[in-house]
C-alpha cells in the first residue's frame, strides 16, 4: 500500500476528478447501454456482472462504469494498472482470488489499460478467468480483437462505449457549474454559447471538457465583487482556436463538409485539402471526414476507379487506429486521390432510379426461376424450374431474365466514358448485343 505525503491533501484535485459520477443517474451518455431497460444497467442493478471489456475512446467512462460497480457490488473490488503491475503481481492476487471463493466471495478485478499487458501477463488471468475465480472487467481505447488474446477474449462480453454527444458533454458542464464538487458555490459568470463551444472542442471526451472548463474558469476575469467573468476571449486564448471554433451541428459544419465534397467533386485537390484542413483544424471528429470520403468514393467516383474506395475505406481505418493529429495524413491521402480521380456518378444514378421502381413495386413477387427450391413442396410448386447456372455455359451467362415481368427490359446502370468505366460499358454493351441476338 502506497503512504499518503504529509501534504498530498494540500492540493485539490482537477475538476474531473471530483466531479466523477458515483451512480448511474449521474453518469451521462452510452444510453445504447445504460438507458432504462438496457443491458449493462441491468446486469451493474442486479449485481449479475460477468467477465466483460469496455473499449471506447479516451474520456467516455469507462473507468468511471468499473467504478460504479465497484460502489454497488457485494463482491471484493479490486483495481488493478496495466501500466504498473507484471506477472507476480498478477499471480499474487490470482491466488488471493482463489482463496476468496473457497469461502463463496466473488473477486471482481478491473484492469485499465489491458491492452498494455502482453500475450504472458494476459494469458496468467485465463484460467482463473475459467473457473470463476475472478470476473474481469478490462478497459481499453485499442480494438480488442487484436490487443486481447482470443481465449480471454472469448470468455468476455465486449461493451463499445462512445464518444459523448455534444448535448452530453454540454449537460455535464451545466452541473459542473452548479454541483458543489464543481464551481457550485461561486459566482461564475459563463454563457450556455461558450459552454457548448467547450463541448465541441472537448470532441467527445469528458475529462477534456471539464479540464478546459476549469482552465476557462481559473484564466477567468475577476470582478471587484469577487465574481469570475468567462469571455469568448478567454476561451479563445485557452484553447488556441479563435476562428475555426464551429457548432458541429451546426449550419457551418454542414457548409464545411458541402464545400469539401464539392471541391473534390471538381477535381479540385487543393481547395479539397484546404476544406479538409479547416475542418479537422476546427476539431471535427475525423471518422466523420472519413465516412464521408468513403461515400464519396462511390457515389461520385463509382466504377471509373474502383480502387478510390479501396482508399477511402482504408483512410477510415487509419483513422479509427491512429487518430488526431497523426491520421490528418490519412485524410489528406484520401482526399487528393477522390479529387484526382476521373468521375462518375452513373451507379448512383442507377440506384435511385431501381429504388424508385422498388418503392412502386413493391409487391412485384419474384420470378419463380430465380427463387431457390428448398423443400420438395417448393419444387413441385415450380420454384426453380427453368433457371440456368451461368456457370454451365461457355459464355459464363444467359439469356434468362431476372427482373420482374412487369419490368422486363428496364435499364438502371448507363456507364459513362470516364476512366475505367469505359471498359464496363464496352462490356455491357458486348452482353446486351449478346442476349439480344437470342430473340
Known sequence: MNQLSLFENSTPQPLAARLRPTSLEEFVGQKHLLGKGQVLRR????????????????????????????????????????????????????????????????????????????????????????KGSIILIGATTENPSFEINGAL???????????????DLTALLQRAMQDERGFGGQHIDISDDILEKIAVFANGDARIALSTL??????????????????????????????????????????????????????DPDAAVYWLARMLEAGEDPLYIARRVTRFASEDVGLADSRALDIAVAAYQA??????PECSVHLTHAVIYMAMAPKSNAMEVAYYAARDDAIKDVAEPVPLHLRNAVT????????????????????????????????????????????????????????????????
Open 153 to 167: 477474449l472469448s470468455r468476455c462480453k465486449v461493451f463499445v462505449l462512445h464518444g459523448l454527444e455534444v448535448s
Open 214 to 267: 476549469e482552465m476557462v474558469v481559473l484564466n477567468g476575469s475577476t470582478q471587484s465583487d469577487g465574481s469570475v467573468v468567462v469571455t469568448n476571449e478567454t476561451l479563445e486564448q485557452c484553447i488556441s482556436k479563435k476562428s475555426l471554433l464551429y457548432d458541429k451541428g451546426g449550419e457551418e459544419h454542414y457548409n464545411l463538409i458541402s464545400a469539401l465534397h464539392k471541391s473534390m467533386r471538381n477535381s
Open 43 to 130: 446486469l451493474i442493478e442486479g449485481d449479475m456482472i460477468s467477465s466483460m471489456v469496455f473499449w471506447g475512446p479516451p474520456g467516455v467512462g469507462k473507468t468511471t462504469l468499473a467504478q460504479i460497480i465497484a460502489h454497488r457490488t457485494q463482491a471484493e473490488f479490486i483495481n488493478f494498472s496495466a501500466v504498473t503491475s507484471g506477472i507476480k503481481e498478477i499471480r499474487a492476487v490470482m491466488q488471493e482470488a482463489d482463496e476468496s471463493r473457497r469461502f463463496g466471495r466473488k473477486t471482481i478485478l478491473f484492469v485499465d489499460e489491458i491492452h498494455r499487458f502482453n500475450k504472458a501477463q494476459q494469458d496468467a488471468f485465463l484460467p482463473f478467468v475459467e
Open 319 to 324: 483513422c479509427h487506429f491512429i487518430g488526431m
Open 376 to 439: 420438395g413442396l417448393m419444387k413441385d410448386i415450380g420454384y426453380g424450374k427453368g433457371y440456368q447456372y451461368a456457370h454451365d455455359y461457355e459464355e459464363k451467362m444467359t439469356r434468362m431474365t431476372c427482373l420482374p415481368e412487369s419490368l422486363l427490359g428496364k435499364e438502371y446502370y448507363f456507364p459513362t466514358e470516364s476512366g475505367n468505366e469505359a471498359r464496363y460499358k464496352e462490356r455491357l454493351q458486348k452482353i446486351k448485343e449478346w442476349k439480344k441476338g437470342g430473340e
